[in-house]
């Protein structure tokens, strides 16, 4: 019994001993399984995190591809290698791809443009430096011209895994380019050839620029820095004010630019312009674009018609004294009237000669004897008369003002001096000298004094003596009158290439 309490009593302390590993090994089992449990859990948000990422990266990979499927633009993705990766269909506007291409070496392909060479070059450039680079194409038949921009293309590690070529048919704007370029210089030869010049002002800080049109007309240097002071003081102290009241009132927006005024160059020349513009405002700045037209040769013919009928004028009433004249003076010793009749008709027709003289066209051709023109500018008158001078011709291009300075002075002669109402001699007497200059003395020698306080012909400067001037001019010379009682002398003085003494 003893020994069998004594097995029972090892038995039971064994079970016991079994016991408490059985409850350590539960313990551990517990503990594991929450580890594992806590394991798990951490796995699910992971695997959350996974799903999320994963969405978000498939959704922006549908929306490249749904981008790549539907963007008319063609777009083509290499790698380093320069290995075709991704592509869009209107690629194969520029290249005949097929979707077997991916992975293919660009330059198996053929390419539709020129410069395919410097296509590679500037995309290995790229891929190798990172910095973008664009290059401007054409179709192998000429038509199309297309804009490549070539990107740098990186991971998801922001490392350079390759590039991208973008295409941009710019055709159309090229087109309308050159269309904007052609026009522009039909402008610009159309202002240049019409001698109309385009100027721009900035009120708001002073500065205007003008092109080298009407740089000229202002009598500007070409790089000479400009103000609107500095073009003010070019215009004539005469009509700077109502030009600088334009400028303000076209700038205020009440009227556009329109101005016609005179400027006076650094050379002493006279041009009448004539500035024509209109102010243009953006949210920026206001300012003030024109032309300006040289309306010189317009304001000198004007000035010539004006000229022309004031000459009519003065010689309708020229000839209706001169006629008077001729009458009065045969009058007296006519016999008859059968020679009154006589003389005044060869009177009038020799002023009908010398007027002819003085109607030949500027720049005709021929020459003419001095003497010839002094002998018809006298030839309607009578009396003591005096002419020598040296056998001069003068040529077709001074016939004209030459004839009409002689017939100023014998009309004047004849109206006031001694080839009418006074006594006396007139001499007419000419010299070249060494220098090709012609000098002209036309002399009136009264036989009484004149001294009652008006010498004959001393009235104020008229017509006569302003044509005589402008005359002078057109000889390219110059003309005086010396006045005294006992005499008077118009001298006339010039130089011409056109003048040779025979």
């Avoid at 069998?4 to 409850?23: C, G, I, M, P, Y």
């Avoid at 000459?311 to 009154?340: C, T, W, Y």
Wanted: aromatic share 6%; charged share 25%.
């Amino acid at each position: 019994m003893r020994l069998t309490r004594s097995q029972l009593v090892a038995l039971v302390e064994d079970l016991e001993t079994a016991n408490e590993r059985l409850k350590a090994s539960n313990e551990d089992v517990l503990s594991k399984n929450a580890a594992l449990q806590s394991t798990n859990e951490v796995l699910t948000a992971v695997n959350c995190e996974l799903k999320s990422r994963v969405d978000s990266l498939s959704e922006a990979n549908n929306d490249l591809r749904s981008y790549f499927a539907s963007t008319d633009l063609p777009l083509l993705t290499v790698n380093r290698d320069l290995r075709i990766r991704d592509f869009t269909d209107a690629t194969r506007r520029v290249y005949p791809l097929l979707a077997s291409d991916r992975g293919r070496p660009l330059n198996d392909v053929p390419c539709l443009l020129y410069n395919q060479e410097e296509i590679e070059q500037r995309v290995r450039a790229v891929v190798e430096t990172a910095m973008p680079a664009s290059l401007t194409l054409h179709d192998v038949a000429g038509e199309k011209t297309w804009l490549l921009r070539v990107i740098p293309h990186r991971g998801s590690d922001r490392t350079i895994e390759g590039a991208m070529l973008v295409y941009f048919d710019v055709t159309e704007p090229g087109r309308s380019d050159q269309a904007r370029a052609r026009s522009d210089e039909r402008l610009r030869l159309a202002l240049e050839g019409a001698g109309i010049g385009f100027w721009e002002y900035d009120a708001s800080t002073g500065r205007a620029s003008l092109d080298a049109t009407a740089r000229t007309l202002f009598g500007f240097d070409a790089d000479e820095l400009l103000t609107i002071e500095s073009i003010l003081g070019a215009v004539h102290a005469d009509d700077i004010e109502a030009v600088e009241e334009t400028l303000r009132r076209s700038n205020s927006g009440d009227i556009d630019c329109e101005a016609s005024f005179r400027v006076v160059t650094r050379d002493g020349r006279r041009r009448y312009l004539k500035n024509i513009g209109r102010r243009l405002s953006t949210c920026r700045s206001a300012r003030i674009v024109g032309v300006s037209i040289d309306m010189t040769p317009e304001f000198e013919a004007q000035q010539g018609r004006i000229l022309m009928l004031r000459e009519i004028n003065h010689r309708m009433k020229n000839l209706f004294s001169i006629v008077a004249g001729m009458l009065r003076i045969a009058a007296r010793d006519a016999k008859s009237v059968r020679q009154l009749s006589e003389e005044v008709v060869d009177r009038i027709t020799a002023l009908a000669k010398s007027h002819d003289l003085t109607q030949m066209p500027l720049g005709g051709e021929g020459a003419t004897r001095l003497t010839d023109l002094v002998g018809v500018a006298l030839a309607p008158y009578r009396g003591d008369v005096t002419v020598s001078g040296p056998d001069v011709s003068v040529a077709g291009g001074h016939v004209a003002a030459l004839a009409m300075i002689l017939h100023e002075w014998a009309t004047n002669s004849a109206k006031y001096g001694v080839l009418g109402a006074l006594a006396g001699h007139l001499r007419v007497t000419w010299h070249v000298s060494e220098g090709g200059q012609v000098g002209l003395d036309w002399a009136e020698f009264y036989d009484e004094r004149q001294d009652d306080g008006r010498t004959p012909g001393q009235e104020r400067p008229g017509f006569g003596s302003t044509l005589v001037q402008l005359s002078a001019a057109q000889l390219g010379g110059e003309t005086d009158v010396e006045i005294a009682p006992t005499h008077r002398t118009h001298r006339l003085r010039f130089v011409s290439d056109q003048m040779a003494k025979e």
